[in-house]
């Protein structure tokens, strides 16, 4: 099975900006769809963003939709999340997802902590 690896999390202030990555294993398949999710402290998991491997299609939530860019690069087996003008309610543990159908959550990496300082 596809092993997921995030990196790139820290401390930003309000305002700034951040960029994530998660690196896959294995090659992905065209059919893979990679997502993004986060959770802050007593809260739920929710979904952030997602793209398909083969198409490029995205999908955001709306509380990021237009601060938040989702990418990915084949030949190196990543995604990434870039987070442009950062709030504090962006402040969450993001994991990288993966898997074959909408919404991506067959498999889970480990998380990054995001925080934003004011």
């Known amino acids: 099975q596809v092993r997921l690896v995030e990196s790139g999390g820290g401390l930003v202030q309000v305002g700034g900006s951040l960029r994530l990555s998660c690196t896959a294993s294995?090659?992905?398949?065209?059919?893979?769809?990679w997502g993004w999710y986060r959770q802050a402290p007593g809260k739920e998991r929710e979904f952030v963003a997602a793209?398909?491997?083969?198409?490029?299609?995205?999908y955001y939530a709306d509380t990021v939709k237009g601060r938040f860019t989702v990418s990915r690069d084949s030949a190196k087996n990543t995604a990434y999340l870039q987070m442009s003008d950062l709030k504090s309610e962006d402040t969450a543990v993001y994991y990288c997802?993966?898997?074959?159908?909408?919404?991506?959550?067959?498999?889970w990496g480990q998380g990054t902590q995001v925080t934003v300082s004011s």
């Open positions: 294995e090659r992905i398949y065209s059919s893979y769809i």
């Open positions: 793209i398909r491997q083969g198409t490029g299609r995205t």
């Open positions: 997802s993966g898997g074959s159908s909408y919404p991506p959550q067959n498999t």
